[in-house]
């Protein structure tokens, strides 16, 4: 039995390998997901040589405290915006000196913010040599379910940002 999905095993081993020939190396800061991401690409064999750390920032304090991100930043939150998750993926990038960083927060539920955002909503984040961010929604409230899939999507976003860098 598998905490993965068939889907997830088959992104991690395509994030490991593409890293691991181009000795490149990723960092994980996670909120959402609760470390589910971390967890699927520990899961391929010869990890140590791609993934150099993360966490589960999933307060304001864990963000300030081990990313170092600059408490300013948040004095007029209202939410996740892809703008915050870059300056997190850049923090935490730099903070484990890797290639790349993968942030990802938003709302798995069963309820929305308190800024009138929906549950099954995630902002994702790539920094490295290219870097993208995005909202994606699953319309649905299921905690549990739009954990795993915003882990989905979080793998298929980096996976996608590695294939463009690789593309030039």
């Known amino acids: 039995m598998s905490f993965l999905t068939d889907e997830q095993r ?4 395509e994030i490991a390998g593409r890293l691991t020939d181009r ?5 994980v800061a996670e909120s959402t997901t609760g470390g589910l991401v971390s967890a699927a690409l520990l899961s391929v ?11 589960v920032l999933y307060t304001l304090a864990s963000r300030v405290a081990l990313a170092g991100v600059p408490r300013e930043e948040y004095a007029n939150y209202r939410g996740t915006t892809p703008d915050l998750l870059l300056s997190l993926a850049r923090a935490t990038r730099a903070r484990l000196d890797a290639t790349w960083c993968i942030a990802e927060s938003g709302l798995a539920g069963p309820t929305g913010s308190r800024f009138g955002a ?3 909503r995630t902002t994702v984040a790539v920094v490295g040599p ?12 299921d905690r549990e379910a739009n954990m795993v899939v915003f882990t989905t999507l979080t793998l298929r976003v980096l996976l996608d940002t590695l294939s463009e860098a690789a593309a030039g």
């Open 130 to 141: 290219r870097e993208r961010s995005g909202i994606f929604e699953t319309g649905e409230s």
């Open 23 to 27: 000795g490149e190396t990723v960092a």
């Open 118 to 120: 929906p549950a099954g």
């Open 45 to 55: 064999a010869g990890a140590s040589r791609y993934y150099v750390g993360g966490g």
């Open 10 to 13: 088959h992104l991690a081993a």
